[in-house]
């Protein structure tokens, strides 16, 4: 596991004030530790929180959305909505709803996605963004952008390695704006090893 770390990091978007990113780094070794990692984000998470997803296809993103499902505890499988755009799961336990996005088809970036009324759902539920990049930066100040990488190979995926080594991800949690100052990240980081 890599050690958590708390240092500015860059933003291609939207940046914050100096001194509001924290970053977290965790390895994750199996989809089922993808999950848990999920679970235990979504403890951190509240409503009007947005989370950004950055990763290749099959990196784990899908997998990640859907242990943040369970751990809010809300109704409904979650999988990719790559066709519907955008599914809404609503709490089963009083909690915010998860608003599950996959912008791979949006190409208009702010435009498009205000059609979605994400602002609207935004201050009452917990918005999930994949490849969000360039696109949802703008909704929140405080925002969580995951990235997940392959921990092995190169960028195609071809590793010539062990398939339990092909399932290895690095995972860099990064938190902008006020919100994720609090060392809950680090913690996560620390917690998850």
């Not at 001194?19 to 993808?34: F, K, L, Q, S």
Request: net charge negative; aromatic share 4%.
């Amino acid at each position: 596991m890599e050690a958590p770390r708390n240092s500015p990091a860059p933003d291609p978007g939207h940046a914050p004030a100096p001194g509001h990113v924290t970053t977290a780094g965790i390895a994750v070794d199996a989809p089922e530790r993808m999950r848990d990692l999920g679970r235990e984000l979504a403890a951190l998470l509240r409503p009007g929180d947005l989370v950004m997803l950055t990763g290749e296809l099959g990196a784990g993103k899908t997998t990640l959305t859907r242990g943040i499902g369970e751990g809010l505890g809300v109704r409904g499988a979650v999988t990719s909505p790559t066709f519907v755009i955008a599914r809404v799961h609503p709490s089963l336990c009083g909690g915010p709803a998860l608003v599950h996005v996959d912008a791979y088809r949006l190409d208009g970036g702010l435009d498009e996605m205000e059609d979605l009324d994400l602002d609207v759902s935004l201050p009452d539920s917990v918005v999930v963004v994949e490849w969000g990049d360039d696109k949802v930066e703008e909704l929140s100040d405080a925002r969580l952008h995951v990235v997940i990488e392959r921990a092995t190979g190169d960028a195609s995926g071809t590793t010539g390695t062990a398939p339990e080594e092909d399932e290895r991800r690095r995972v860099t949690l990064t938190g902008y704006g006020q919100r994720w100052t609090d060392g809950a990240l680090t913690a996560l980081g620390a917690a998850f090893a």
